[in-house]
């Protein structure tokens, strides 16, 4: 069976492919079905008046003449039959460019898919980056922090006291206090500057240092610490009178507190 693509088909199919066909295709193809059609249909017009004029010298003319006729009516057919052939080859070609270009279209649909798993990869990367970005950054607000409330440097000398390097520990207290005379652990340095004085037998700066806490910082919960151990300082130095008075300040300002009970047990010991 032959097939016969009319050249306005062809140009359809022309139309739809010349986005992804190589220009200089398109435009030989148009001029070449643009050509053929207007062949095709002289040549069409031409024998349709051939079949009339041969109908007509079947009645009128001659076995010579007839026969010139049918000799012209098969030119022309042949040259038609030349014209569908050429159109049937280009028809070929065009259905040859849809082929590459769903091939393209296929191509170039997994390569946009290749680049979604790329971007939706490096959007998870970038998350991961973010997180690990937040949380190096809530560390280093962290340390700022420890920097400028100065718990490091406190923390310091609470180290050296656990190593008994009272001397260097009492330094770190007192570079505390002097860096940050506002700090919330102040009250905490000071009882501590008076626990390294007394573990270094230097029982009367010991209570000096624990005075001060008792004095400056009444509600601290190392007050009543404070206390236990300045009286502990003057029993050191052979003054237990001086002793008992402190214990007694203690069992009355912080009767509810631990060192009370110590304190009370030590009056006893020393029958009050």
Not at 6 to 25: D, G, K, N
Not at 196 to 207: D, H, S, T
């Amino acid at each position: 069976m032959r097939y016969h693509y009319t050249p306005f088909v062809l140009l359809i199919l022309l139309t739809t492919l010349s986005a992804c066909a190589p220009q200089e295709q398109v435009s030989f193809l148009e001029k070449r079905i643009s050509t053929l059609s207007v062949k095709d249909q002289a040549l069409e017009k031409e024998i349709k008046l051939l079949k009339a004029e041969l109908e007509t010298l079947k009645e009128a003319s001659g076995p010579d003449k007839l026969f010139e006729m049918n000799r012209r009516q098969a030119e022309f057919q042949n040259r038609l039959d030349e014209i569908n052939a050429e159109l049937l080859r280009i028809s070929g070609m065009i259905e040859e460019m849809k082929h590459t270009y769903s091939s393209e279209q296929e191509r170039e649909q997994a390569l946009i898919q290749a680049l979604q798993q790329d971007v939706t990869r490096l959007r998870q990367e970038l998350r991961v980056l973010g997180s690990a970005k937040a949380t190096r950054e809530e560390a280093n607000k962290k340390v700022e922090a420890a920097k400028k409330s100065g718990i490091d440097q406190y923390q310091k000398g609470l180290d050296l006291i656990k190593a008994k390097q009272y001397k260097e520990a009492r330094l770190a207290m007192e570079q505390y206090i002097k860096e940050f005379p506002n700090g919330k652990l102040v009250p905490n340095a000071q009882f501590w500057i008076g626990e390294c004085e007394y573990n270094l037998n230097r029982y009367e700066e010991a209570i000096l240092a624990f005075e001060k806490v008792v004095k400056d910082y009444p509600k601290s919960n190392k007050a009543p610490a404070a206390l236990l151990k300045e009286g502990m300082a003057f029993f050191k130095l052979g003054d237990p009178e001086s002793a008992k008075i402190i214990w007694r300040k203690l069992i009355k300002q912080y009767p509810k507190s631990s060192q009370a009970q110590v304190a009370r047990k030590q009056l006893k010991r020393l029958g009050r």
